[in-house]
């Protein structure tokens, strides 16, 4: 199983330290889970029966992260460790939070409340004694997400336990046992009352998988996509041209995803959502301008999901990009142009999509060009083109002092004409020739 050597000396010490003073401890949640799976716990939360102030009392550093409800951060050598008084089972009348909170002097009731039996084990490295009440280590081995206790009640409780649920199953590639899985569409009404910066948390989790494909399968089947994302239920039936897709529109979305690199959270939200308006654009077997209609859909999904103005922006111009059709013919002009439209620094994410897009093709698409591409922008950026109106060797003051004008809109006009020109023709790009071309407008 595992040993003392595999929690943090830091953490060790904090177990120590209560076991020392009477008190009970115990590692417990997703780190003994992890550890049973021989994955690296990214976090080691401990529970004790000392209560939160106690537990305060005998640490120097503490952060009262959620001492209301029992939990508060000790540091330790500045690692952080969640240290969470024993709870009994409460009563939730919001869909997500107890009304209040008992403490319990008990382990085994702190384990009977919690989320999934994966998650509801305690260990005592002191002892190397493991308490799973529920089967936990079974289920680990048969790779199933199963609630503790009666699933419906449990979702009942905390309406994020069912995303909790389609998370996990994707993270872990676990299957959902079946009375769980069947109790989250019963309950889909307790899951509206889940903040949406809550249910945005658990996607971007979901996003992190290996293919986190599985996990919006369980959400459409189990009704919480329509909830949530209901632009990419729309995509479920939507056929494509044969010869050159195998799935329709929604499996080529969640494969396209899976294959986006794991670490790249704006390529992710970018495949998983590049051909989400082709339903709406379908004629027969076309979408026309699926793209941009993609870019407003894709806005409206994630500002519902509360995700940050500048995420949006880097997934809205990939989507609206990610139709671009290079070719070897292309004159420099016409890749300077493709520089500016998708701005040099979202080239590499924009490639990414491409490969991914290809990947949850019929036949994997050859995108060797994009290499052929890649050197040719290399070239343009180490001969510095200008691709920006700030690039060019003039600015507005310029022009206002040679034609003697106020600002106005004719003064970002102008600087639009000129990069255009300098665009076409880079040697334009001297300070005395653009004022000559400045001048031709007096």
Same mark, same amino acid.
């Given at each position: ?40 716990? @990214? ?18 550093? /503490? ?12 540091? /330790? ?10 709870? $009994? ?32 084990? +305690? ?8 308490? #799973?009440?529920?089967?936990? @280590?079974?289920?680990?081995? !048969? ?17 994020? %336990? ?14 959902? #046992?079946?009375?769980?899985? =069947?109790?989250? *569409? $019963? ?34 089947? *189990? ?25 329709? /529109? ?12 794991? #670490? ?13 308006? $082709? ?18 859909? +894709?806005?409206?999904?994630?500002? %519902?999901?509360?995700?940050?103005? =500048? ?19 292309? =004159? ?23 490969? =991914? ?37 003039? #600015?507005?003051?310029?022009?206002? $002092?040679?034609? +003697? ?25 001297? %300070? ?8 031709? !407008? +007096?």
């Amino acid at each position: 199983m595992f040993e003392k050597q595999n929690f943090p000396n830091e953490a060790l010490i904090i177990l120590q330290t209560l076991k020392e003073k009477g008190y009970k401890c115990y590692f417990v949640g997703g780190c003994i889970r992890d550890l049973l799976l021989g994955i690296l716990p @990214q976090e080691f939360d401990l529970a004790t029966d000392a209560d939160p102030k106690t537990v305060a009392s005998l640490f120097e550093k /503490v952060i009262p992260t959620g001492i209301d409800f029992g939990t508060v951060t000790v540091l /330790v050598n500045g690692k952080s460790f969640e240290i969470t008084t024993f709870r $009994k089972d409460e009563k939730y009348t919001d869909g997500r939070h107890p009304t209040s909170v008992i403490f319990s002097k008990d382990i085994n009731e702190d384990l009977s409340r919690r989320d999934f039996t994966v998650n509801a084990m +305690a260990y005592d490295p002191e002892t190397g004694a493991l308490i #799973d009440n529920y089967n936990g @280590q079974a289920d680990i081995k !048969h790779k199933i997400i199963k609630t503790v206790g009666n699933p419906e009640t449990r979702f009942k409780e905390d309406g994020l %336990r069912a995303m909790r649920a389609c998370r996990f199953a994707a993270t872990l590639n676990f299957a959902i #046992d079946e009375k769980t899985f =069947s109790a989250i *569409s $019963k309950t889909l009404n307790v899951v509206k009352k889940v903040a949406l910066e809550r249910v945005h948390d658990e996607i971007v989790k979901m996003l992190k998988a290996e293919k986190p494909s599985g996990g919006f399968e369980f959400m459409r089947k *189990s009704g919480l996509l329509k909830l949530f994302i209901p632009e990419l239920e729309n995509c479920v039936g939507v056929e494509q041209p044969p010869n050159y897709h195998k799935y329709d /529109v929604y499996w080529h979305n969640l494969y396209s995803c899976d294959a986006a690199p794991k #670490d790249n959270l704006i390529v992710r939200l970018a495949a998983l959502l590049h051909d989400v308006a $082709k339903p709406s654009c379908k004629v027969d077997l076309t979408f026309y301008n699926h793209d941009k209609a993609g870019v407003k859909m +894709a806005e409206i999904i994630l500002k %519902r999901l509360k995700f940050g103005n =500048s995420g949006i922006k880097s997934v809205c111009n990939l989507i609206s990009n990610h139709m671009f059709d290079y070719k070897s013919e292309w =004159s420099d002009s016409a890749v300077r142009r493709f520089m500016c439209r998708a701005g040099v620094e979202n080239l590499p994410n924009l490639f990414a999509l491409r490969v =991914s897009d290809t990947k949850a093709m019929e036949n994997e698409i050859n995108v060797d060009y994009l290499k052929e591409l890649q050197a040719r922008i290399d070239k343009i950026i180490a001969e510095e083109n200008a691709l920006h109106i700030k690039d060019l060797k003039v #600015d507005g003051k310029d022009i206002m $002092k040679e034609l +003697a004008i106020a600002p106005g809109k004719k003064v970002g006009q102008l600087l639009e004409e000129l990069l255009e020109k300098v665009i076409d023709d880079p040697k334009l790009n001297d %300070r005395e020739k653009l004022l000559e071309l400045i001048r031709k !407008h +007096a």
